[in-house]
């Protein structure tokens, strides 16, 4: 059914106050049990229309959140911030605690009240659906970055005692699930944006978004004809399958090209005489215990241009025997890497197509498994 969401109305009032009026009226947005809100052609949209433009004075910039009252005290104890989604985070709790008083309020007022669904909250038994996946520990490492901060901020800033942490964590996970990077001035910096924030991901959207400095408005434009009722998508980015469902709490259907999986090989990398642990484009590379193993999270998509790159322990020559060597203890790395699963693929996929099974956990854990295999 369609929705009436007091943003809109907010908008309206909040784009009185500069030269740019705010315009969505192309679009609606209508509430789903379980898919929550769908933004939809309101009527037909041609493509190159522009369907969306947010002025910059109802957008909650990471350049404004660093000039508030809390980021202010921060800066002046010389707390060490480590995520720059901290900022935006900081400027939304303290608005958010001003109430209707807020100038944001109409915005933050639309915003998710928890995020219970998302996997940092998961149970052990929920857990236990994604034993062997990378997710488990990017799962841990977000949690451990949320946690840093806080305690950093706590520690020496006197004036964050008034906020908890349950405050902190639900800032953050707001920046972290809707948060924009645009161009503004010449410089990136990050921003809440009111209704974009609304449109749901695809791997072939619909639109395309920037921020228009002449303007000074954020901008939505159709890249195609939508025909009205139709579902209008954005896209998150290109994503492994372990950062959809950890980073928003969900997974894409046949996203393996850039789906992640870890393996462990002995390497050595060209230039170095030693890989002691480095992120290249290509892939994370870590050390792992003794006898010079090495943990590489790559996606499929660059495994041939790291392999490339790698220049394998002396029995891997620059032949085609040394190839053939490579690829045969890559295979093995694979099948090694493949026991950290409880199940086959085979199976996962055959759980999937079981109405009782939880699929998001177990479409996160097979992704990896194909990757594997």
């Known amino acids: 059914m369609e929705t009436h969401i007091p943003v809109f109305e907010w908008l309206r009032q909040c784009s009185k106050d500069g030269n740019i009026t705010a315009e969505f009226g192309a679009i609606n947005v209508t509430e789903s049990k379980g898919a929550g809100r769908i933004v939809r052609a309101g009527r037909n949209i041609k493509d190159g229309e522009r369907i969306v433009t947010i002025p910059l004075n109802c957008l909650m910039t990471s350049r404004d959140a660093k000039k508030c009252q809390l980021a202010r005290e921060i800066k002046k104890s010389h707390a060490t911030i480590h995520s720059e989604h901290t900022w935006l985070a900081v400027y939304l709790m303290e608005e958010s605690r001003k109430g209707?008083?807020?100038?944001?309020?109409?915005?933050?007022?639309?915003?998710?009240?928890?995020?219970?669904?998302?996997?940092?909250?998961?149970?052990?038994?929920?857990?236990?659906?994604?034993?062997?996946?990378?997710?488990?520990?990017?799962?841990?490492s977000m949690k451990k970055d949320l946690r840093r901060d806080f305690e950093e901020i706590s520690e020496k800033v006197p004036g964050?005692?008034?906020?908890?942490?349950?405050?902190?964590?639900?800032?953050?996970?707001?920046?972290?699930?809707?948060?924009?990077?645009?161009?503004?001035?010449?410089?990136?910096?990050?921003?809440?944006?009111?209704?974009?924030?609304?449109f749901n991901h695809s791997p072939q959207p619909q639109i395309s978004w920037y921020f228009c400095d002449e303007e000074k408005a954020f901008c939505m434009t159709c890249e195609q004809d939508v025909p009205?009722?139709?579902?209008?998508?954005?896209?998150?980015?290109?994503?492994?399958?372990?950062?959809?469902?950890?980073n928003y709490g969900f997974t894409v259907g046949g996203n393996y090209t850039f789906n992640e999986a870890v393996i462990d090989v002995p390497l050595r990398m060209k230039g170095d005489r030693k890989c002691k642990g480095k992120h290249t484009k290509y892939a994370d590379i870590s050390p792992r215990g003794k006898g010079g193993k090495y943990t590489i999270t790559t996606s499929l998509a660059s495994f041939q241009k790291l392999s490339q790159r790698i220049q394998p322990e002396r029995m891997f020559s620059k032949s085609i025997e040394g190839e053939i060597r490579l690829l045969l203890t890559i295979e093995k790395a694979c099948k090694h890497a493949l026991k950290r699963f409880p199940h086959s693929l085979r199976y996962d996929h055959a759980l999937l197509k079981k109405p009782s099974s939880n699929p998001l956990k177990i479409s996160e854990r097979a992704s990896e498994t194909f990757l594997e295999e």
């Open 160 to 198: 964050f005692a008034k906020y908890d942490y349950k405050e902190f964590e639900w800032s953050r996970l707001c920046v972290w699930t809707r948060v924009f990077s645009i161009e503004l001035g010449g410089k990136e910096v990050d921003a809440l944006v009111p209704i974009a924030d609304m």
């Open 100 to 140: 209707n008083t807020s100038r944001y309020w109409g915005y933050i007022s639309s915003l998710p009240k928890s995020f219970e669904s998302m996997p940092i909250f998961f149970s052990k038994e929920l857990k236990a659906h994604l034993q062997g996946s990378i997710a488990l520990s990017k799962i841990t």
């Open 228 to 246: 009205k009722g139709a579902q209008i998508f954005d896209s998150y980015g290109r994503k492994s399958m372990s950062r959809y469902f950890v």
